[in-house]
Every structure is written in structure tokens, then in C-alpha cells.
């Protein structure tokens, strides 16, 4: 078990049938291990028997039928009181409050996800907090990362409020604090974030071009050499590699994602985006998977993503619809990229298993629900009438409005990784 130590370090320390035919035993055993790791089209998280109203913490008798919670749909949840607002979170960063910006309509808070199979139950914040008592969870990734990460933060504030630790925050080339912890006192649990984009070693070759050396078989040190010290890890993120990149193996440069990088980088062989982003996937899951220290649970979360229409960010494109599409009304948009994410995920459970050191490798699939949400970005709500969300990103359809659509991310968190009896 891994408690916090101190407010200045390197982070919270811690950590029969026997009659049945024994081929049918072995067959059985299988299948069983292939759905619950990787299916071909999703990792079956499963809750049985989830309760029959979305209120209820826990689930139910274990007779009901196995639930995806990948796939399913958002209805209507005018019953429920909102988990907080912005005038009960201080935590929520201005560029996803929504509320007190104006945005038009709020409907976006009043929908809940229904999976396939069951109802979701709703995010307890007491339960959460006594599961992780003196442990520690580690966001990584980038600004998608700290908009989950203060969504669990105002989660949980209904049940108690931490405050924010150590010294002060080394500052990255792109502005952003590398490490921030925040701790919750009356359950020692201590909640830290990492801004590592890419997850893998990066640094800014060409701040004109705005283009990066990435390199793809080495993870960002700045959260790997730390891994041991924390009890759960979620990693995500994607957006980054669409950046003008070189791509390194070894130390040498060996591929560039198009564009300028290829002209600029004295390498001409290009590597899709979704390639890079499955190796440095599998890269980041690499470390983690065998670092011996670490014992617990690793989650990815997929890809989400975007819903610019009528244009791009930087073309006159907005989000402004107000309601949810319905299942089949879109396509997945980001589909390769998440199967790149599944794909890092599955080899690295198949490359890890001889040399295996507890740890648990997960994944948290938020991509067909996401794309169900077109309402739920703050457009232009993320900043006062003529501010900008980061230089001249202005309409902002990539991150998520707090609250809204993005608390499903902490209650499937609170399933995958609290305990359920």
C-alpha cells in the first residue's frame, strides 16, 4: 500500500467442477481469459447485474446478464441532482466551465449513459475514497488527462476536499506544470497529474514550426522513473502526435508524420499517425508492465473526438447542437486511432505475461460514447466574449464542459477500479 509521505517528493510511496472433462475445463478457461482481456472489437469491462435504477453505487445479483460498457446509449436523466456545479467545485479550470460562461442551452448535464446490458450506477464518491484509502492514482497524459482529472477532483469533492502539494511545479517548454498532487487528507489518498503529451520522450526541435523530436521506444521519464510509486496509473492521449514530428528509435531519427516534419527533419520516410501512436503506446504500457514495483491496476482510457462542423478550429468550425446523436447517426470517427491504443494494449498483455509483476492492464473505452456527445464541448463558453482558450483557439469542440458528458469517465473509473462485491 502505497501512502502519501510527504508534500515535496517524488510522489505517494506505495504501494469444482472436478468432475467436469478436463478439456471442457481447459476450453472454458479460454474463453473466459480472451473476454475478459481483449475481444476483437472491445474490452468486455463487466459489471453483473447492475443495479435496476442508474442511483444505486452497486451492482446487483450476479444472475443478470454481463454488461458492455463500451457500447450502449445517452437518455434523458432529469431525475437525478447534478454531482456538483461550478459553485461547488473550485477546481473546474475556466476553459471548461461552461456555466459560468453562459453557455446557451444546459441540457448537456441532464443525460446519462445507459450500456448495453445493464444501467451504470452512479459515481460514490465516500465508496471511491475509502477504496483508495492510503493509496495513490496517477493521471498521464495531456490536457484531455487534467480535464479527467479534475472531473474526478470535483467528484469527489461532494465527499471531501484535498488539497494541492509539494513544491513548486516544474514549468514544461509548453507552459504546463509537469506534476501536480493533490491529497485527500482524511483518507490519505493522494491524486497526482502528469502533463507528458506523448507519454514517450519528446522534445520541441523547431519552436517556429512548432514540430517535435518524438522518440518512440523511450517513455517520457518524467512520470515512468515514478510508476513504482503509485498504486493505479490512467494513461491516455492522441492529439499530440497530429503535431509536425521526426520519430527516433535507438537515439536515430527514423521516420517523420508528413508535412513540414519531412522536409525539415532530414528524413523522408513517413509514419501514419496511428503507427506512431500504437508505439508509443505500447511503449508507455511497456514501462509499466514491467516495472517491478508497481503492482496495481494501469488503464488506458481511448481516444475521444472532436465535433468541429462547418469547418476546422481554426476555420470557423463550432460544436452548437444541443442534444446527443443517437447510436448509428454518426460514425466512429476516431476508430483507428482507438484500435491503434487496443492494439499497443493486447501486445503488451502477450509481451508482458512472462515476466509479469502484478500488474493489471486495463482499458477504459470511451470512444462510441464520446462521439455520441456533440453537445457536451464548451464552443465558445471556455472564456469570457473575445479571450481565447490557448493563443488563437477560440472555439474550443475537443475538450468537455465540467460538468457534463465527461463524470461517465470517472464512473467507469469508479468500476474498474474500486471493488465490488
Known amino acids: 500500500m502505497k501512502s502519501h509521505k510527504s508534500a515535496s517528493s517524488s510522489s505517494p510511496k506505495r504501494t469444482a467442477a ?124 495531456d ?33 504546463r506544470a509537469v506534476r501536480r498532487d493533490y491529497y485527500f487528507g482524511s483518507h490519505d489518498f493522494t491524486a497526482s497529474l502528469f502533463w507528458s ?75 501514419p499517425v496511428p503507427r506512431a501512436l500504437r508505439a508509443a503506446f505500447r511503449t508507455a504500457l511497456g514501462a509499466v508492465a514491467t516495472n517491478e514495483g508497481f503492482h496495481g491496476k494501469a488503464v488506458v482510457r481511448t481516444v475521444t473526438p472532436t465535433h468541429f462542423e462547418n469547418g476546422e478550429w481554426n476555420t470557423g468550425g463550432d460544436c452548437v447542437r444541443t442534444r446527443p446523436y443517437r447510436r448509428g447517426d454518426r460514425a466512429v470517427s476516431a476508430a483507428e486511432y482507438r484500435s491503434a491504443q487496443v492494439e499497443a494494449l493486447r501486445e503488451t498483455e502477450a509481451a508482458a505475461t512472462a515476466r509479469r509483476n502484478g500488474a493489471e492492464l486495463l482499458l477504459m473505452d470511451i470512444t462510441e460514447a464520446m462521439e455520441l456527445r456533440p453537445d457536451g464541448h464548451p464552443s465558445r463558453y471556455g472564456h469570457p466574449p473575445g479571450g481565447t482558450v490557448e493563443g488563437s483557439f477560440v472555439v474550443d469542440c475537443l475538450h468537455w464542459c465540467l460538468p457534463g458528458s465527461i463524470d461517465l469517465w470517472s464512473e467507469l473509473l469508479f468500476q474498474m477500479i474500486v471493488p465490488h462485491h
Open 18 to 141: 472436478i468432475a467436469a472433462p478436463v478439456a471442457f475445463l481447459l476450453a472454458l478457461g479460454l474463453v473466459l481469459l480472451y473476454d475478459l482481456s481483449f475481444s476483437d472489437r472491445h474490452y468486455y469491462l463487466r459489471i453483473y447485474g447492475a443495479s435496476s435504477s442508474a442511483s444505486s453505487s452497486s451492482p446487483v445479483s450476479t444472475s443478470s446478464p454481463a454488461c458492455d460498457l463500451a457500447r450502449g446509449e445517452w437518455v434523458p436523466d432529469d431525475g437525478e441532482a447534478l454531482y456538483y456545479t461550478n459553485l461547488t467545485c473550485p477546481f473546474i479550470d475556466d476553459h471548461q466551465n461552461c456555466m459560468k460562461f453562459g453557455k446557451p442551452s444546459l441540457e448537456f448535464v441532464r443525460w446519462r449513459w445507459r450500456p448495453d446490458g445493464c444501467e451504470l450506477p452512479r459515481f460514490d464518491a465516500a465508496r471511491f475514497l475509502e477504496a483508495m484509502r492510503g493509496k495513490s492514482m496517477a493521471f498521464v497524459g
Open 197 to 271: 503529451p506523448f507519454l514517450v520522450k519528446a522534445n520541441l526541435s523547431n519552436a517556429t514550426l512548432g514540430m517535435w523530436d518524438v522518440h518512440l521506444d523511450t517513455p517520457d521519464a518524467r512520470w515512468a522513473a515514478h510508476v513504482a510509486d503509485f498504486d493505479h496509473v490512467v494513461l491516455s492521449g492522441t492529439n499530440w502526435f497530429f503535431r509536425p514530428s521526426v520519430y527516433y528509435k535507438g537515439g536515430r531519427a527514423v521516420a517523420c508524420n508528413g508535412g513540414v516534419s519531412c522536409g525539415a527533419g532530414n528524413v523522408t520516410a513517413e509514419l
Open 143 to 175: 490536457s484531455l488527462a487534467r480535464n479527467h482529472f479534475k472531473s474526478l477532483l470535483c467528484l469527489l469533492s461532494k465527499a471531501a476536499y484535498p488539497v494541492e502539494v509539494g513544491s513548486e511545479p516544474e514549468i514544461d517548454v509548453t507552459g
